[in-house]
């Protein structure tokens, strides 16, 4: 899925996988903020939005 | 919207990430409040659908956690 | 390719004859030159009506589902590993159809045989590797081999993988070292680049969904495209919607997709759909060495959990 998006030109940081038990708070707060941190330096997202207007 | 204020789609399964989410919560822990989570029932519930309907909606990235 | 018809007739009008078949699907000549069509036949005086030819170019395989009572279809390397797919995913039993197979020689791309033409086409021959088109102003003999389709320049399968009795020479494979240039060529692009190309692409897209009705794989009862509650895709030409609808169809191909061209063929304003498609078929490969329909016994990967799937893309 992340290959095609891609490939169409999505860039490949809009879409995270990841596997967390249930356990591990500390883990998710470090994808969390592994994830903020890649996303804001992408910025806003303006590809494959629809415009409603 | 600027840049500092972006959207996370955050698909969790209940069993696992969004467990994991409470007790980030619980325990106190700070992390950045830009994810937005929906709680899925597990992670199969997953379908690629889910994440294009993010992006049309506006989501800035998503993030799929199992 | 006229004595592999004479063949195809023959063995028709055998099964036709000794009952072995309730019917036949094959192509016949459609009202137009170069148009041929889907057609089923169920009496041994119609095997006539058959024709095969290099303007062949949808895929039979699309019609042997649901189908009552032995069927014979006529197929080529693509229709047949389509026809492995189809019975991998039991939409349809191995003894319930009787497989005519056609090594393939190619087919030709139709769009670009008539933009050399201003006017209408009214004659259309072929004689081997020789084209030779007629309107009413002027008459081209072309070389097939110019004008064979993308994905017929790129096939590595031109002989059926499956079938019951082979109605020609099977013909010799190409192997090709770089199997997916186009793939590449759009993955060199940067990310506004390649959005940009795929933009492009799809801008004409009139959502008449040709392409999913005339897919072998798109047998969904009802296609996400059709669901109302919720309704994922939006109906119009909003390029958004546009997207997600070729998005998503060529994700359920993953795995499946044989590239037999049959989108392109089908499509009205000429787009390749086949840019989406085809990563997927390369995804597969490199990931999984899988290449869809060639073997009845695999399943495919995205249907089976094996310790050994590359998960490199999960945190």
Redesign the interface.
Known sequence: ???????????R?????????????????D??????N???A????K?????YN | MNDNNIKIVSFLCNWCSYGAADLAGVSRMEYPADIRVIRIPCSGRMSPKFILSAFREGADAVWVSG | MDTCIQKIREIAFQLLDKKEVERVIGFSNGTIPMATSPITIASKQDTEKLVFNSTCGLNLANYIRQQKGKIAVIAKGCDSRNIVTHIIENQVKRDQIYIIGVPCKGMINKSKIKALFEDDILKFDEDGDTLTVESSSKKETLSKKEYLRDNCRLCQHKNPVIYDILAGDPVKEQVLDVPYPDVEKIAALDADARWIHFQELTKNCIRCYACRNACPLCYCPTCFVDESGPQWVGKGQDKTDVNTFHFLRAFHCAGRCTDCGACVEACPMDINVRDFTRKLNKDAFDMFGWEAGLDQTKRPPLDAYSPDDPNDFIK
């Open positions: 899925m992340g290959n095609l998006l891609e490939h169409m030109g999505i860039e940081d809009r879409i995270h996988f990841s596997w967390i038990s249930s356990a591990e708070a500390t883990k998710f707060v994808v969390v903020k592994e994830i903020s890649k996303v804001r992408l910025g806003p997202n590809k494959l939005v629809k415009d």
